[in-house]
């Protein structure tokens, strides 16, 4: 009998924690995860960066860069918001990198692609990275309408690994209209919200001097760009993608574009923070 008091505290821990999760391994309640990162906050700077990789070679850079990368940015004080590959180019990877302002920029990138890291591994990665240049320098279009920072993906509970799809709606507005533009799209904006889909930032270009010009960012803005979250591939297609449609149909109406809204559908790498997590506020509605 005493032998059978000593084990039931622990039957008991592993009946809790077993009903914690779901049957897919994904945690019941994401409200301690988001008290973890509330340090990881105040990112002002934003780059949005679309690589193109060599043909077959998508998979082992996606591998290179989930294993060595995002820490080492958040040691330094930067954050990877997430990583991603576009759904119908076999060849496109996109991530999101953010600084706290524009000063802390170049100090971190310098400590990276001049530190040990990225000496160590920047010739295998390079060699299956032909074309990186094309990067957007954002900020939020509000302060609170930056990328929330999303708990990192615990390899234990979330052993399939990081959930859900991200959009991307990439505005080119005409120069001289950027406020009349971001008053409309706030509007349509508001309609992409509720059951299954997490706003998730809403971010315009940052017009100042490359301040790393060995990392090239586009001149040919300005941008606005809309991030949200969609929990499968049913609410994007019944939910989400009518409202995108239609939102991208009046703005362009609008004149205040120079070209057609770019949507860019992703499926976030196994371990990019920015996923589907059903109780994270991943952004503010605007």
């Known amino acids: 009998m005493n032998h059978l008091k000593r084990l039931l505290p622990g039957i008991v821990a592993g009946i809790a924690f077993g009903a914690a999760l779901p049957a897919h391994g994904t945690p019941a309640n994401e409200a301690p995860m988001m008290e973890s990162v509330q340090h990881l906050k105040d990112y002002q ?16 850079f996606v591998k290179y860069f989930d294993a060595y ?18 759904r119908g180019q076999p060849n496109r990877f996109t991530w999101l990198r953010g600084f706290h302002d524009i000063n802390a920029r170049p100090i971190v990138n310098a400590a990276f692609y001049y530190g040990p890291l990225w000496k160590e591994h920047r010739l295998k990665v390079n060699a299956i990275l032909p074309d990186s240049d094309n990067v957007s320098l954002l900020r939020p279009l509000h302060p609170d309408q930056g990328i929330t920072v ?56 940052l017009d100042v001097p490359n301040n ?54 992703m499926d976030p790498t196994p371990r990019s923070r920015l996923r589907w997590l059903p109780g994270a506020t991943t952004g503010v509605s605007p």
């Open 45 to 60: 700077v934003v780059e949005f960066r679309r690589y193109v990789t060599a043909d077959g070679e998508l998979a082992h």
């Open 69 to 86: 990368f995002p820490e080492a940015f958040e040691q330094l004080g930067a954050m990877v918001f997430g990583q991603f590959t576009e």
């Open 150 to 205: 999303l708990p990192a993906v615990d390899p234990v509970i979330e052993d399939h690994g990081a959930q859900g799809i991200v959009v991307a709606q990439i505005f080119a507005v005409r120069k001289g209209s950027e406020e009349a533009f971001a008053e409309r799209a706030q509007a349509s904006f508001s309609t992409y919200h509720g059951e299954g889909v997490h706003p998730a930032g809403v971010l315009v270009s």
């Open 212 to 265: 790393f010009p060995q990392l090239p960012i586009r001149t040919d803005g300005p941008f606005l760009v809309w991030l949200g979250v969609v929990k499968d591939q049913a609410t994007l297609e019944q939910r989400l993608a009518p409202r995108l449609a239609a939102a991208e149909q009046s703005l362009l109406a609008s004149g205040l574009l120079r070209g057609t809204p770019e949507r860019v559908v």
